[in-house]
């Protein structure tokens, strides 16, 4: 891989995206400390130090965003507004027929598709500043600490819309810096973005796990946790690439003297089709009632309840609510993302078919049995994997940042294969050898 990768180098267009994509990286994980104006950088370093304030209601988007959230930096926000307007998008496509038609339309439909992509990203992004800002200033961000209510000292509106307006365009220049990527660089640009954000958190979660260790001055525990990631890294691996390949035969047509089709084929149905979009919505929808019951006023049977049982991850109706909602979530996005009517008239109209199955409706049929059959232990497998941070609380006192949770590792590694694949294609143009032997 190693000769590769100086091969990949030696490749003048292939060394000029690859250096492309590695100076924008190194632009954003700059941007993710530089404090936003309005904010004691002093008091936010004492209440990152003074208490676990990784374990928040915060979690998910300060993973997402390289640690930049608790920071409150002008990447705090990080990708995170625009992975929900896509994922929002997504949705209205298949519930909105004027989305559903320019999805259709190819290229120009997209386009469009992407641009309220943009606009709805920058709405997100108010949104999530101003609730930000606000829990800043009420000392909620960080609970427990002794100056928390000091970390925005000036309180007027002035300092306040300045501090939303900056964290705005922080996430509109995130969102440009990804589109960079994606035209001139190597890969997905808000996938390469997102990696580089999960990864930047490693180091310090692993260090504090070893601190936080007992056996052996914590090397113990550093060890097992290593050797769990690798595991999970590998049955990731295994899982990600399975794919149920359904043959597609086409039939030989004759125009005038010259011969079409007759060619043979396959629909890949991979065994995790969802991808990471089920923990996402699962996770966001358990942060809602949790976020209710903090900012709401006085002691209630249903927020005694609520912060009982869900706002702890190691709690049993936490855990089995965050895993029937991944099964759920993972049903449903495929429902959406997958249409088998609309594959079986594409096939029966290029004149398509799976042998020992008519065209048309019993096609559409055949193709949802299949993907129901497979649903199944991919959804079990997102569920299992997404508890592992859970685990991880239990037997090692992490918090909820563990490092090899089951977000980052899905993250990480679907990144990660994506990004060798686009490498190795365009070192096959060229006639090298590639990374995958």
Known sequence: MLTAFARAFKTPDLRKKLLFTLGIIVIYRVGTHVPIPGVDYKNVQVCIDNANANQGLFGLVNMFSGGALL????????????????IILQLLTVVIPRLEALKKEGQA???KITQYTRYLTIALAILQGTGLVATARTGTL?????VASEIVPDQSIFVTVTMV???T???ACVMWLGELITDRGIGNGMSILMFISIAATFPSALWAIKQQGDLAGGWIEFGTVIAV??????LVV???QAQRRIPVQYAKRMIGRRSYGGTSTYIPLKVNQAGIIPVIFASSLLYIPALVAQFAGGNSGWKTWIEANLTKGDHPIYIATYFILIVFFAFFYVAISFNPEEVADNMKKYGGFIPGIRAGRPTAEYLSYVLNRITWPGSLYLGLIALVPTMALVGFQANQNFPFGGTSILIIVGVGLETVKQIESQLQQRNYEGFLR
């Open 238 to 240: 295994f899982v990600e």
């Open 109 to 111: 439909g997209t386009a």
């Open 165 to 167: 307006i900056t964290m």
């Open 169 to 171: 365009a922080g996430t």
């Open 142 to 146: 960080f609970q427990g600490c002794p």
């Open 71 to 86: 920071q409150i930096t002008i990447f705090a926000l990080g990708i995170m507004p625009y992975i929900t307007a896509s």
């Open 229 to 234: 990631g690798l595991v999970m890294v590998g």
